[in-house]
């Protein structure tokens, strides 16, 4: 346990404290689940019912909720970043140690920093470069001149196919894959031809990428990640794909080849965009929506129709089936006759 | 080939034969693809046209469709569920042999049951406690802290991250990752702020999780999936999730942070589950439907539209955009004016 | 660099060269970033307008384009199958050295090909036989009795349980994970009792299987693959589902167990397909589509809906749950009173 007194929390990260600066917490806690030693936080209006009863010795608040906070309380513009950042100093990182397993295979022909660690049956081929204080998780494959910057963290069983670049502070999760074969494919009479995957993939600083996700590698240039950009899980990035920078993207989203997604964008689950397309910077996609068209304005986007009970909705579905003869009826209803199908 | 008579399996499950006890059966088919000394069943009315012409020597039957089986019958009241243990007894799991192989790297401070079976090129970290007749495949690493009841299975290439319990008698399929870090970030000026996720994952007896399934730890309670849990392949859980005894997920499904599920659920391929939901006991969701709000009451639950040919969905779709204006149109008809849209 | 003439590139894949066969290109380019040296393409009416400013030596075209090309111009009637095929010459897979790494865990009833390349950390189960020239990637697994046809690759980290079986020419992406449990579970009193799936699975010549995609192996007859199949990353195939010969699949997709889809099908991102369906030769689905029947023609089918504004898909959404009531109140308006759903 780190340990750290509400006073020099506030000091260091810039907060005002309610209550007494010697209070010493241990570790973080939900406000229902607190006890002594703890410190919670509220950020979010729907558990404010909770704040009066919490067994929390401190609570990060705003400052409209500070009055009615039973304990002491540390005061922030943004409770919630407040919160995440002093649970960073109760909770470290366990650090790794630095130095390379005896069961890693490292090719003589790549660079490790000795500040860097490789864990046990890694294994880096040539002419990769694995920067200061870099962490390689136990059984990780990185192809031949991959790239991970200083103090980038590969958790276990990562892979890295050739021509990777990670740049620093980043976080990559158990089972992603960057830099497979972009699926390119050239029909031809006698079947499909396949197309040389031969870009890369380029990854910048503070990224960090969910388990299972899969970044394709370039068909010719790289695909291109940003600065800040964070990926859930089981996400789906195709070939030659570019995110802007502070983008992020929850679980299972799949992007097809050659799309473009802005800065500063939300894609909510599961969303599917097709391929070739822009999106503007600031973009927000609501869960399971179908991205099929360029998003040239931001705001915020849906298609997915929200559960009904299945009764209900199978007479939906019928009906859909005959919605656009419904339209025909009213505009005969109208006195107007059939007209065009609208755009 | 272990081989049963049916006198044996009628005696040992229960059922009523009807046919010569002596008969043995080395091995499943299908009712098609049946030949003599193997066992089939039917347990669907769609394949009971294949029953008459079947080669096998014996099936498994209900009452029903006993006086039909031109074979030796063992007649069950659920002949799918009698099917499935008679199976696991002709065809047994290869049984690992105890022991830790050479290349596997454990932690002087984890406990390993001597009955136990570790894989080559497992990674077992500190503290780690695996139990009796568990079986670590090959690849697999398991973080600190990790505990692995008795009879549970790991197969190989199996992540967990520190701090992962999983009871009796579980499966874990290739792939799967647990115990990844949950998708917590807060917004700040400059960017992204992680959110330390400090909770575990904790999973009861009797689970089966599919390849490539992953289950975020939690951000800081554990994640916690009951007893008797069927997980599917490519499922992702997201952190603080909880899904009660006896559910079933089918695959692709994706589950967003903090959402309960309930007991004897059925969840749909596809499915996608938004964050901070309470979904009942005995809901069942039908494939690719987005559930955006709780579900408080048993039933069957849909909203995906089947396929359709492409023109006639694009009409449908052209239709749709305009579905806003058909109403008040029909209305205005009725000579009621526009109103607002119902809720 | 390899790097090629045009003369022989233009003999080699029967293209007609108008230009100097002596011009000699390194590498592949796209029209807007090649410089001298490089080849590029043009395949897509959407890139014309880059075709004229290009810094390529060469570009690939078709005939109705070759006029415009300001370059040396290779003419094909199939541009971007020509451009596949040079690529592949300019851009060759690093060849991998024959042998076992000695880290490798290979059972002595294995077979491994003297031509084949078995990387580091990898395990090779009892009776497996491993082609000539095939190459296993790091980290890969593979159980008792695979066999792995010549020439075939496995990416690093690939997982293949016991009983899977892969033809001549296949590429498995890393984190594939080929033969797991298929979903079988009976519903008992007590709850789920387990099906053994003792199938296996069978993958034809030519196939390419994308990272994170998991195959399951037959509950009692094998899943089936044809040749020349391509499936891209995270897709999910259950168990029995027969795959024709060269079909397509791209990201995402889910089809559920006993499906069976034809050849030269074209399955789009994220699409999900019921189980125990029929889907006939020559099917196309867009994208996120829901199959939930079988698809007897061949044809193109949708079903999802493209993004709207969430405004405006909210009001749709409130007036689809109102849709069946709107039916009724046209057909009142019409004077033919109240009837049933149509089917």
């Known amino acids: 346990?780190?340990?750290?007194?509400?006073?020099?929390?506030?000091?260091?990260?810039?907060?005002?404290?309610?209550?007494?600066?010697?209070?010493?917490?241990?570790?973080?806690?939900?406000?229902?689940?607190?006890?002594?030693?703890?410190?919670?936080?509220?950020?979010?209006?729907?558990?404010q019912r909770h704040l009066a009863s919490t067994g929390a010795s401190a609570v990060v608040v705003d400052e409209a909720s500070a009055a009615a906070c039973p304990v002491a309380a540390l005061v922030a513009a943004n409770p919630y970043a407040a919160y995440a950042r002093i649970a960073a100093v109760?909770?470290?990182?366990?650090?790794?140690?630095?130095?390379?397993?005896?069961?890693?295979?490292i090719d003589p022909a790549a660079r490790v920093a000795a500040s860097a660690s490789v864990a046990a049956h890694v294994v880096?081929?040539?002419?990769?470069?694995?920067?200061?204080?870099?962490?390689?998780?136990?059984?990780?494959?990185?192809?031949?001149?991959c790239r991970i910057g200083a103090d980038t963290r590969l958790a276990p069983r990562v892979t890295l196919y050739a021509g990777v670049t990670i740049g620093a502070r980043g976080l990559v999760h158990s089972g992603a894959v960057l830099g497979a074969d972009g699926f390119g494919l050239a029909p031809d009479r006698a079947g499909w031809v396949k197309v040389p995957q031969v870009g890369g993939v380029t990854i910048g600083d503070d990224v960090e990428i969910g388990a299972?996700?899969?970044?394709?590698?370039?068909?010719?240039?790289?695909?291109?990640?940003?600065?800040?950009?964070?990926?859930?899980?089981?996400?789906?990035?195709?070939?030659?794909?570019?995110?802007?920078?502070?983008t992020a993207i929850a679980g299972c989203v799949g992007v097809s080849g050659s799309t473009t997604i802005g800065s500063r964008c939300m894609i909510g689950g599961a969303v599917g965009i097709a391929g070739h397309l822009e999106i503007a910077d600031g973009v927000v996609v609501t869960g399971l929506t179908l991205v099929s068209r360029s998003l040239t304005e931001p705001g915020v986007?849906?298609?997915?129709?929200?559960?009904?009970?299945?009764?209900?909705?199978?007479?939906?579905?019928?009906?859909?089936?005959?919605?656009?003869?419904?339209?025909?009826?009213?505009?005969?209803l109208e006195g107007k006759g059939r007209g065009p199908v609208p755009e």
């Open 301 to 332: 986007y849906s298609s997915a129709t929200p559960a009904m009970e299945a009764g209900d909705w199978r007479r939906v579905v019928a009906r859909l089936r005959h919605l656009d003869e419904l339209f025909d009826r009213v505009r005969s």
């Open 212 to 246: 299972n996700t899969t970044i394709d590698r370039g068909a010719i240039d790289d695909t291109t990640i940003g600065h800040d950009v964070k990926l859930d899980n089981q996400i789906q990035i195709g070939h030659n794909v570019r995110i802007g920078d502070h």
């Open 90 to 105: 109760l909770h470290p990182s366990p650090s790794a140690v630095p130095g390379i397993h005896p069961t890693a295979v």
């Open 124 to 145: 880096i081929e040539a002419d990769c470069d694995i920067g200061d204080r870099a962490v390689i998780g136990a059984g990780s494959y990185l192809g031949q001149g």
């Open 1 to 47: 346990m780190a340990g750290a007194s509400l006073g020099e929390l506030a000091t260091r990260f810039g907060l005002t404290l309610r209550g007494d600066p010697e209070i010493v917490v241990q570790s973080v806690a939900t406000l229902q689940g607190a006890t002594a030693g703890t410190l919670s936080f509220l950020a979010n209006r729907k558990y």
